[in-house]
């Protein structure tokens, strides 16, 4: 039987291709940002109630459950979950394509398309062999990816992982690094936390010719940026993967005008939750002193976001060898640890979860932009791809 489902994920997932395909097009060209997602949601219920499909809108405000059964599942049976996320970025697109954004400042430029495209896709194929499958499987297509507090936390909030219970859930993501056709997993922890810090330094104003009459925000942040680095180098366990950067240094002056104020915003990641709390207080207490050492002073906030994300081992290697059996060990990487995030990993903090890569880079074709670049896009046979590893999770 396994051949023959297969044979069967296959033949469909090139059948659907140009179907799918054009779902990704619609949505890249019609972006909506995180908790704004109305007619994406609109466009997933309309594409499922096309196929027959029962599910319900409204979950976490903007999100889409969807649920597939058949002959041998029971009421109430635990469930396989199956994520994709919907939101898209404040980027003005780049891209000569006719699926280019029509929407101004605004970008499908992480992938979020492709992944809802595919679980449509997926969707499909599932639904058609659903007296196949051993566990029913929820369809979960997710708002607010790219935004704190994270989707995640509305759609557990709205009850996902109950009625019925999920008890193991898959995702994917884009990788602009690896190339079409491939895919990657890493077992155990895998993607970082994530807390954003934003920072209001307030001093005195004054003439650049005269510092000594004003209390400079520009020298506070400064000292800020670079003295708070030694909280990582030398506060931390070095066996811990930290990263603490500032990304936004404003202070509106001139080259004769000391400002009266300065914003820093930056972001916070680490792989220990444990040090992670104690990181942020000192993070907020150092850049207080060092604020009022130099005679200003320093209000901060730290918004909480994702915590870690850890691949439970079991499931993840199961679809490894799911995945090397069906596109070939070559086709299989392991990936190292990363500093980025997701809110997938709220999930990952309440069940098992594989969050898995799909690569998507063609050199020839000069598709090689990263995620979260004006010039993002991928090549489109990784839709296949896409589709036929999502299904594997199920069988």
């Known amino acids: ?22 779902y990704r097009n619609h949505l890249h060209k019609n972006p909506e940002l995180s908790f704004q ?38 009421l ?46 997926v969707a499909e194929i599932l639904n058609e062999l659903k007296d196949e499958i051993l566990q029913p499987v929820k369809l979960i297509f997710q708002p607010g990816e790219e935004k704190n507090p994270g989707g995640a ?30 895919v990657g997993f890493r077992e155990g922890i895998y993607m970082a936390s994530s807390d954003e810090i934003y920072v209001t330094i307030s001093g005195k104003g004054g003439h650049g010719a005269t510092p000594n009459k004003a209390i400079d925000p520009i020298l506070i942040g400064a000292t800020i940026v670079t003295s708070i680095q030694q909280i990582v180098s030398r506060r931390c366990d070095p066996t811990i993967p930290s990263v603490l950067t500032f990304g936004h240094f404003e202070g509106i ?21 444990v040090w992670r709390e104690e990181a942020k207080e000192l993070i907020v207490s150092q850049i207080k002193l060092i604020a009022k050492s130099l005679g200003g ?10 915590p870690y994300l850890e691949n439970n ?15 070939g060990e070559d086709k299989v990487d392991l990936l190292p640890i990363r500093m980025t995030s ?16 799909l690569g998507v880079r063609n050199e020839r074709k000069g598709i090689v932009y990263g995620v979260h670049h004006p010039k993002f896009d991928i090549e489109s046979e990784a839709l296949k791809t896409g589709i036929q590893v999502m299904c594997l999770a199920c069988f």
Do not use: W
């Not at 697109?93 to 280019?100: C, F, L």
């Open 153 to 182: 936390t509305f759609m557990i909030r709205d009850g996902v992982l109950k009625n019925p219970e999920v008890k193991e859930m898959y995702a994917l993501h884009v990788f602009p690094d690896m190339e079409t056709g491939r």
């Open 313 to 327: 081992p079991q499931i993840t290697s199961a679809l490894i060898s799911k995945a090397k059996n069906y596109l």
């Open 76 to 121: 109430n049976q635990p469930c396989i979950g199956l994520r994709s996320d919907l939101d898209a970025l404040p980027i003005h697109e780049e891209n000569d394509v006719a699926y280019k954004s029509i929407v101004d400042g605004v970008m499908h430029a992480c992938g979020h398309d492709v992944h809802t495209s595919i679980l449509l896709g």
């Open 37 to 74: 997602e109305y007619n994406t949601m609109q466009f997933v219920s309309d594409t499922l109630t096309n196929l027959g499909i029962q599910h319900e809108k409204g979950i976490g405000d903007t999100g889409v459950v969807a649920f597939i059964s058949g002959k041998n599942n029971t």
């Open 342 to 357: 997701e809110d997938f990993a709220f999930y990952s903090q309440e069940i098992p979860v594989c969050f898995f890569r």
């Open 253 to 273: 002056g001139a080259t004769n005008i000391i400002p009266d104020k300065v914003l820093l915003k930056g972001t916070f990641r680490t792989l220990n939750e």
């Open 1 to 22: 039987m396994k051949n023959n489902i297969h044979e069967i994920i296959t033949k469909r997932s090139n059948e659907l291709f140009e179907k799918v395909l054009g």
């Open 297 to 306: 002073t320093a209000e901060v906030e730290i918004s909480k976001g994702y």
